[in-house]
């Protein structure tokens, strides 16, 4: 039977002059819930030391399931209305695979 590797995503985003503080609270609606996300291994929200404006979040989850399974839970609905309340410039979303032998 085969294993299932870990993955992980990674999300920029940054918001727009004047609304990095609405932009937090809104990402800060995201940690809680996903650290209680089946499967999910890490979750952190960071905040930028040299940009005010940019905000890196990420997730570690013990299989593609997992972290499929949280992409499709309400909670990632906190992306949509930092698009739609016009506070972000950009929404940079990434996700990664384990890369095998490469880490060992």
């Known amino acids: 039977m085969p294993q299932s590797s870990a993955v992980s995503h990674m999300t920029l985003v940054r918001a727009r002059v004047g609304c990095s503080a609405q932009v ?19 979750f952190a929200l960071q905040h930028c030391d040299t940009d005010p404006l940019l905000w890196h979040v990420v997730g570690h989850w013990q299989d593609e399931p997992s972290m499929q399974a949280y992409f499709n839970s309400p909670v990632m609905e906190v992306y949509s209305v930092l698009v739609h309340q016009q506070v972000v410039e950009s929404i940079d979303f990434k996700t990664f695979s384990d890369a095998g032998g490469l880490n060992r």
Do not use: Y
């Open 24 to 42: 937090q609270t809104c990402l800060n609606q995201l940690l809680e819930p996903t650290r209680k996300a089946a499967g999910c291994m890490h």
